[in-house]
């Protein structure tokens, strides 16, 4: 069973939960037809599978998903950043924590020559154990 988890221009991300636990799966749109979104997407999972950097989900596989290209994410348990910060519920000693643990996994990200080309509340975990 998928459960939408959020919508972007270009993909969609679901939570799937199977046999072997539940994973992300970033799908391609329809309207993610041109030869460089399927590029960027296949670039994503070459690049994230090989990472081991704290903090980063890695790309567990490529897959189709009703005939649209996909790749499987490692699922993290938690909220997104910007849940956290729209209903007020952080104190500035928490965001100024997350805020560090987000710079040192973009430093460990950029030690290793990759650039996130969309760092925002939306795209960064709170995990349930309190980790970034």
């Given amino acids: 069973m998928r459960t939408v988890l ?3 221009e270009k993909t969609t991300l679901y939570l799937e939960r199977g046999p072997d636990g539940p994973v992300v799966l970033k799908v391609l749109d329809a309207g993610a037809s041109s030869r460089w ?3 960027r997407l296949d670039n994503e999972f070459e690049i994230s599978r090989a990472l ?3 903090g980063v ?3 567990l596989r490529r897959e189709l998903v009703d005939g649209r290209p996909a790749i499987a994410l490692e699922y993290v348990d938690g909220v997104p950043l910007s849940a956290l910060v ?3 519920a952080a104190s ?3 965001c100024a924590r997350c805020g560090a643990e987000l710079a040192g996994i973009l430093g460990g990200l950029h030690d290793r020559q990759v650039i996130h080309r969309d760092v925002k509340p939306d795209n960064a975990i709170l995990a349930n154990n309190g980790a970034v």
């Fill in 6 to 8: 959020h919508r972007s």
């Fill in 52 to 54: 081991d950097v704290p």
């Fill in 37 to 39: 979104d399927h590029l």
């Fill in 86 to 88: 729209s209903r007020d």
């Fill in 92 to 94: 500035v000693a928490e």
């Fill in 57 to 59: 989900r890695r790309a």
